[in-house]
């Protein structure tokens, strides 16, 4: 029982973590996307939201892009 505790705790903090690093990568506010992705249950939610969200940052004027 005490590894399976473990084990749920670990993901939890795993998907928290992706949560906070793709907040910060695309520009959303990191305290509350981890904050609801410490949120059990609800966190798979958070993150599959972040991973197809767009990003709200917008390119530096200068850089490089490509057509």
């Known amino acids: 029982m005490f590894f399976l505790v473990t084990l749920l705790l670990c993901v939890n903090l795993f ?3 992706q949560c906070y690093m793709h907040a910060k990568r ?3 506010p990191v305290k509350l ?3 609801l992705g410490l949120v059990p249950y ?3 939610v958070i ?3 972040l ?3 767009p ?3 917008k390119p ?3 850089s490089k892009t490509t057509l």
């Open 60 to 62: 530096q004027f200068g």
């Open 33 to 35: 996307f981890l904050a």
């Open 47 to 49: 993150w599959v939201y």
């Open 42 to 44: 609800f966190n798979l």
């Open 15 to 17: 998907i928290a973590g």
């Open 26 to 28: 695309k520009g959303y």
């Open 55 to 57: 990003a709200l940052e």
């Open 51 to 53: 991973l197809f969200l």
